[in-house]
């Protein structure tokens, strides 16, 4: 069992240095999503301003028309289909 020994440290140390390595890779990963996700976030919250205005916009302008013209009146038709 001895040389068994002697080199069940040194791949574990190998392992660990892959095992490490392979943890940067993901740090790095992540902090490049993250980014990405910060400027989808900051479009996102532009647009949902945009769609914001434009419905106080509509909402303003349906007023308007409101005022502007008399309620229109359906006719009852006598003929039922």
Same mark, same amino acid.
């Given at each position: 069992?001895?040389?068994?020994?002697?080199?069940?440290?040194?791949?574990?140390?190998?392992?660990?240095?892959?095992? %490490?390595? $392979?943890?940067?890779?993901? %740090?790095?990963?992540?902090?490049?999503?993250?980014? %990405?996700?910060?400027?989808?976030? &900051?479009?996102?919250? %532009?647009?949902?301003? $945009?769609?914001?205005? &434009?419905? &106080?916009?509509?909402?303003? $302008?349906?007023?308007?028309?409101? &005022?502007?013209?008399?309620?229109?009146?359906?006719?009852?038709?006598?003929?039922?289909?």
């Amino acid at each position: 069992m001895l040389p068994m020994q002697s080199t069940a440290p040194a791949s574990l140390r190998t392992e660990l240095v892959s095992a %490490k390595k $392979a943890v940067e890779v993901l %740090k790095e990963e992540n902090a490049h999503t993250q980014a %990405k996700l910060e400027k989808v976030l &900051v479009v996102l919250e %532009k647009e949902r301003a $945009a769609l914001r205005e &434009v419905l &106080v916009q509509a909402k303003n $302008a349906v007023e308007q028309v409101k &005022v502007r013209s008399p309620p229109i009146r359906v006719a009852k038709s006598r003929h039922c289909f």
